[in-house]
Nanobody, 123 residues
Framework: VQLQACGGGLVQPGGCLQLSCSASGRTFSNNGVGWFRQTPGKDREFVAGINWRGDSTVYADSVAGRFTISRDNAKNIVFLRSNSLKPEDTAVYYC?????????????????WGQGTQVTVSS
């Protein structure tokens, strides 16, 4: 399966963005999906995850209450809605498909990754 993440861009502090992750090649509707982010010189950081049915989500403490992950299995797409963005949210955001029906905070639990989309929060 090939994943493509898009929707990043430049936004002012307090603003919002919606990222999307679409799959091609085969469906990922039976797999958990996670969003991660990475800044130069740092490890990839878990942001949010959703299970295969979309009825269970988990978030990093740093984004809980501001970000929302959701999915539309009929369209083979996962979204990450980010509100009240802060400069520290600036990173390249990656989506990934889990090896199982559930998401995980651990990158090694994912076997397919998108190419990443840059989010920059700055005035």
């Amino acid at each position: 399966v090939q994943l493509q993440a898009c929707g990043g861009g430049l936004v002012q502090p307090g603003g919002c963005l919606q990222l999307s992750c679409s799959a091609s090649g085969r469906t990922f509707s039976n797999n958990g999906v996670g969003w991660f982010r990475q800044t130069p010189g740092k490890d990839r950081e878990f942001v949010a995850g959703i299970n295969w049915r979309g009825d269970s989500t988990v978030y990093a403490d740093s984004v809980a209450g501001r970000f929302t992950i959701s999915r539309d299995n009929a369209k083979n797409i996962v979204f990450l809605r980010s509100n009240s963005l802060k400069p520290e949210d600036t990173a390249v955001y990656y989506c990934a498909s889990s090896r199982s029906a559930y998401s995980s905070r651990r990158p090694y639990e994912y076997n397919y990754w998108g190419q990443g989309t840059q989010v920059t929060v700055s005035s």
